[in-house]
């Protein structure tokens, strides 16, 4: 009798074993799928897929567990309901990380109201406001895309590469629009160049006229607008054109997108602008893979991939997947020293770290974290040709 005990519990050990060894592992997916980027989310939910797919297809992470995403709504915009959504991913879902949020007042409300109280590691693609970089996080929020502080930098110094002394200035009215705006014209300045307005815009409005009376007013060579290429910043466009107002446009990242030269036309050839993107190796990789998977590699869907990759690596290497235990391990797997880790190679990333081994995940956006959490960051400048979007050069 005592053998047929010893028998039965040594098997229901062994079974809890096994359970508490592989798991189903939950990974949020908190991106804008409605709202003034609702155009560029689709691949950017992608992207972070693609990723938690092969990870979970290796067998490795974490003794055969497997990486299951629950996407949730950000809006971009509305940070109540992007707060609810997180809420209902980490309490209901039980989700152990987020991919996300994309916005950055979103992001941020979902880091200081949601994540941190509840310690869960967010890891955002595209949230770019310099103002996350001071922010009290705890150690659980990181991004894979790098701050308009620099973004600021890059797109002063292609304005003035290109001619412009003067450039009137439009953003939304957020976080990351002004945070952006503000850089652009410090660094414009610095370089000589003369902002002759800068000015807010709400999204969802019917009606831009009398934002591009003002634009128009004060002039200058170029129109910069720091806005949202499916809301605002297209309205913006569109009103000036109309009016006959400004024929060339700076676009900073949020307005990047092939569905705003879809929507405006042939009077947007000519625009240019910047957006984060690298020319790295894991680049073209990346590229491949995202076609044979069926989406396009569009702006943010590289550091979305990387952003999912990464919170995966980081639980291999702490050898657990809850939050307060992986954030601490971030840091390592996205920076030197380590065996260089390319998209597509997580298997090799994954056996690496089991082994106990280094690892220097460089992605597809070229990852390399700085001291705030973000990604130090390389950006492409992109012209308006042909109503299509082309990349001119790396910086």
Do not use: W
């Amino acid at each position: 009798m005592k053998k047929l005990l010893f028998a039965a519990m040594a098997t229901t050990a062994l079974s809890l074993s096994m359970s508490a060894s592989a798991a189903d592992i939950k990974i949020g997916i908190l991106l804008g799928f409605t709202g003034p980027i609702e155009s560029l989310t689709p691949d950017m939910a992608a992207g972070a897929e693609l990723a938690m797919k092969e990870v979970s297809t290796s067998g490795l992470l974490l003794n055969g567990s497997t990486l299951t995403p629950v996407r949730g709504d950000s809006t971009c915009a509305d940070a109540a309901a992007a707060g609810a959504a997180a809420e209902r991913m980490i309490t209901a879902d039980k989700v152990s990380a987020i991919m996300g949020a994309d916005c950055s007042t979103v992001t941020t409300a979902v880091l200081q109201n949601v994540a941190l109280p509840n310690g869960t590691v967010m890891i955002s693609p595209s949230a770019t406001t310099p103002a996350l970089s001071d922010i009290e996080d705890n150690g659980v929020f990181f991004r894979t895309a790098p701050s308009d502080a620099r973004q600021g930098q890059v797109l002063a110094q292609v304005m003035i590469d290109r001619g412009v002394k003067s450039a009137a200035l439009t953003y939304t009215k957020s976080d990351y629009g002004k945070g952006l705006a503000d850089s652009i014209q410090s660094n414009f300045e610095a370089l000589g160049g003369k902002v002759t307005i800068s000015a807010s815009h709400e999204d969802g409005k019917g009606d831009y006229s009398a934002e591009v009376a003002a634009l128009s007013q004060a002039g200058g060579d170029v129109l910069i607008v720091a806005g949202y290429l499916d809301q605002g910043g297209k309205g913006i466009i569109q009103s000036s054109l109309d009016a006959g107002a400004f024929e060339t446009f700076v676009l900073p990242d949020g307005m990047v997108g092939d569905s705003l030269p879809a929507a405006i036309g042939a009077d947007l050839n000519g625009s240019y602008g910047t957006l984060p993107q690298s020319d790295s190796p894991g680049a073209a990789t990346f590229d491949g893979m995202a076609e044979k998977a069926g989406f396009k590699n569009g702006p943010y869907a590289a550091t979305s991939y990387d952003a999912a990759a990464l919170i995966a690596l980081a639980m291999q290497a702490a050898k657990s997947s809850d939050s307060n235990v992986f954030k601490s391990h971030v840091f390592a797997v996205a920076n030197q020293p380590g065996e260089k880790i390319y998209p597509g190679e997580l298997s090799k990333g994954l056996k690496i770290l089991q082994s106990g081994g280094s690892i220097d995940y460089v992605g597809a956006s070229d990852v390399e974290l700085i001291g705030p959490g973000e990604s130090a960051g390389r950006f492409a400048e992109i012209v308006i040709e042909n109503q299509k979007i082309s990349t001119v050069s790396y910086r």
